[in-house]
């Protein structure tokens, strides 16, 4: 099969590398890629929002199957562009359509998605210019910690939490009035705040049965200890301590099987990876978010477990045949460092050459803002590699994440000293 993956992230690189191990895998072509997906396939310089410049290269490269890694061509309608142009709709493409990515698209379709089919989540209410005025009459009448979500699209951004009732109000009224976050806050949940812990989990789903993935934890805050500003996400783990086998039971029937039958009984458009953001909150789950598509960095802890050829996967699901999928997933533990830009998530420096980039023993790097030129590998983005380390033991595991993490250098480098010491 002649493949083309959308995106430019660790996250594609990681989907790229395990992609490329197929045997069905005939030409593998990344657009717009990075430095890292040129190692195990054809980077395209594409931009992947001009879906007629995608359809372009579709027909020429002669693609077989299309896998989108990120959202905003998903939420976009990528899917629904493919199956309504006649040129298209033969060819094989991996994501919902639009109207099953609203659940990551708006957050107020996702909540009420949520209540419609009995899924456990926290209590919330949505608010825009017509009604601000209740929303802050709303915040008054409930406790701290507030919680304030951008319903589109915001990068990440899009979700303040805030203990002083005053910014609360002030913060509400910049993202609906100044529209803080763009078209993304035109309308802003306010929602009851969950006190546990963090836990992703994923699923494929061909829209009738599904197949759950390795779970994993990854850590958000750019600072040590989880402090400082939220990122795009600063490492991740895989497997977790905490989620046993009582907690996965729970999340099965309470959260993948409501949300799969919920999707069918919609008659959403949905052919692609589902992954559920939680909150544990004393052994019971709770959603907190959806996602269209695999997160990142999770996926470079969670796509090196699964054993399985991924396109097979893929393919079963896209011919409504995921039940068929026996998962033979890696017990050992797999953990990812990041190394940023100084200075992200605020304002960074591009550029900088990355030196000493062998992978060493249990390990391997996965490129996510990295661009090649002239023979030198630069950084090109806030988040710039994922060091992902195997081992037996969580320990173990880490001490081979940070050994790349020390040995990669260039004059910006950044990264987080303490992940996974919270599950120790």
Not at 2 to 21: D, F, Q, T
Not at 151 to 175: Q, R, T, W, Y
Not at 187 to 215: K, R
Request: hydrophobic residues 35%; aromatic residues 8%.
């Amino acid at each position: 099969m002649n493949i083309l993956i959308l995106g430019s992230g660790g996250r594609e690189h990681a989907i790229s590398w395990k992609i490329s191990k197929s045997d069905r895998c005939s030409n593998l072509y990344i657009a717009p890629g990075n430095a890292g997906t040129s190692l195990v396939g054809n980077n395209l310089k594409i931009n992947i929002n001009d879906f007629e410049e995608v359809k372009s290269n579709v027909i020429e490269k002669s693609i077989d199957l299309v896998i989108v890694g990120p959202e905003e061509p998903l939420v976009r309608g990528i899917v629904d562009f493919f199956k309504s142009d006649k040129e298209l709709k033969k060819i094989k493409i991996f994501g919902p359509g639009s109207d099953g990515s609203k659940l990551e698209g708006s957050k107020d379709f996702s909540k009420e998605f949520m209540f419609r089919n009995n899924i456990p989540c926290a209590k919330s209410k949505t608010f825009n210019k017509r009604n601000l005025s209740d929303g802050i009459s709303f915040l008054e009448k409930i406790n701290p910690p507030y919680v304030l979500k951008a319903d589109g699209l915001a990068a990440g951004k899009g979700v303040l939490i805030l203990n002083n009732l005053d910014e609360a109000k002030d913060e509400l009224s910049k993202m609906i009035l100044d529209e803080k976050f763009g078209d993304a806050s035109k309308n802003v949940l306010i929602e009851e705040y969950l006190d546990g812990i963090e836990v992703s989990v994923f699923a494929i789903t061909d829209g009738e049965n599904y197949i759950i993935l390795p779970e994993a934890k990854d850590y958000k805050r750019i600072g040590d200890g989880d402090t400082g500003l939220n990122t795009g996400g600063m490492g991740a783990v895989s497997p977790v301590n905490f989620v046993d086998n009582k907690f996965m039971k729970k999340v099965e029937e309470l959260v993948i099987k409501r949300t799969v039958n919920g999707i069918k009984n919609e008659n959403l458009d949905y052919k692609g990876f589902i992954f559920a953001g939680l909150m544990n909150v004393n052994g019971d789950p709770y959603v907190i978010e959806y996602n269209v598509r695999m997160g990142d960095p999770e996926t470079q802890v969670v796509i090196p477990r699964i054993k399985n050829d991924l396109l097979e996967i893929i393919n079963k699901c896209l011919d409504k045949k995921i039940d068929e999928v026996d998962l033979d997933i890696e017990e050992n533990f797999t953990t990812t460092v990041i190394l940023a830009a100084d200075g992200y998530p605020k304002s960074y420096k591009k550029g900088d050459e990355i030196r000493n980039l062998e992978e060493l023993s249990n390990t391997k790097i996965f490129h996510a803002g990295t661009i090649k030129k002239d023979d030198k590998i630069l950084s090109n983005g806030g988040r710039v590699i994922a060091c992902t380390g195997y081992g037996k033991s969580l320990e173990n595991a880490l001490s081979n994440s940070y050994k790349i993490a020390d040995n990669i250098s260039w004059d910006n480098k950044y990264f987080r000293k303490d992940i996974g010491k919270d599950l120790k």
